[in-house]
């Protein structure tokens, strides 16, 4: 299977920037999708932003013009770079991965994997 770690979270005043890693490693996978969802507390988890395999990239209206994800390919690894923070970004952001590995009897099985979420917190 497939191991995410996440890196990069802590505290920061409004308008300030953090930017989060997440690195994917293990045997024989490909992804299609990496992205950024957040939660924080008493709401549901909802996408921030994600990076296709071709590079194209998709945000939720709240954060667009402020993040920025990217993606390293040769490190499988996938950025957020947060800008001009603010209080209502608080809360814990988790790292997706979709795409494929192979099982023990050859056969592609879909591969959607969840990093340990990092706590991202926006006060002064």
């Known amino acids: 299977q497939v191991h995410l770690v996440e890196s990069g979270g802590g505290l920061v005043q409004p308008g300030g920037s953090l930017r989060l890693s997440c690195a994917a490693s293990?045997?024989?996978?490909?992804?299609?999708?990496m992205g950024w969802h957040r939660q924080a507390p008493g709401k549901q988890r909802e996408l921030v932003a994600t990076v296709r395999s071709d590079g194209g990239t998709s945000y939720a209206g709240s954060v667009k013009d402020r993040f920025t994800i990217s993606k390293d390919n040769d490190q499988n690894t996938v950025f957020l770079q947060m800008n001009n923070l603010k209080p209502e970004d608080t809360a814990t952001y988790f790292c997706n991965v979709v795409g494929y590995y192979y099982g023990r009897d050859g056969y592609r099985k879909l591969l959607d994997s969840w990093g340990q979420g990092t706590q991202v917190t926006v006060s002064s």
């Open positions: 293990g045997d024989g996978f490909g992804i299609n999708v």
